[in-house]
């Protein structure tokens, strides 16, 4: 697919969740996400937008979704066992993980690639201990069979997963077109405003620019998850709707994920 243009602003955006201002009305927004594994257009309507100015980066995300739908309250849940939007950025030897569920709950993890960790190294520091019992090691999704039980099937192997990390200065906001868990009537869905400082994105920079230079290009995952009861069985794994398919079930790979340039 050809790359997302991110179109800069000169102001900021104070995200709560209305993405009808004036400032998302003239962003380019993104085609209809389509399955992850096969490319085919996404059970329901979602779209993203990305903006940017020289202190953030602001991502919009718009979902079609008939029965809003949200339970998990407690920061860091493991959002996606339910519907959830997710944006993650990639850092090169490191990434970013961001899932929010339509009542803002947020969940975050740092990875890591195993293979970049080094005693000395940019990763080796307080903030990233893998003795911290919120340091677990990662192979990717739904591939831990046969021989790819211990490491995946991705070929850099293993992350380590930061589970405890916060971005510094994120901020999310969500809006809801519809009633939230109640199923007597059809909603038209829910919006999710992400903005995120340049100053927080030091270790995904990799050494680029910040904020980028016009022309600049990252990878990032847009995508959702999506609950669907069938017969009163809940189908697993749970659809997945992206920007850009991927051709397995497989979020965690960052060079099949997004690109995004960043234009003036």
Known sequence: MPPYIAQKITSGITPDGDISKDVWQQATWSHRFVDMVSGAPGLFNTQAAILWSDTHLYVAFRAEEPFVEAHLTERDAIIFLENDLELFIDGGDCYYELEVNALNTVYEVFFIWKDAY????????????????????????????????????????????????????????????????????????????????????????????????????????????????????EVQPHPAMVMTPHGVYDTHQPEKWSEVVFNR
């Open 118 to 233: 080094q005693r000395g190294s940019r990763f080796d520091t307080p903030a990233f201990d893998v003795f911290s019992t919120q340091a677990l090691t990662f192979g990717g999704d739904f591939d831990r069979s046969g021989p790819s039980f211990w490491y995946g099937t991705h070929p850099r192997g293993l992350r380590w997963a930061f589970l405890n990390y916060d971005m510094p200065g994120l901020e999310t906001a969500v809006q809801i077109d519809g009633t939230l868990n109640d199923n007597s009537d059809i909603d038209k869905g829910w919006t999710l405003e992400i903005a995120i400082p340049w100053a927080s994105l030091t270790l995904l920079a990799n050494g680029r620019s910040l904020p980028p230079q016009p022309g600049d290009s990252w990878r990032m995952f847009l995508g959702r998850f999506q609950t669907l009861t069938v017969s009163g069985n």
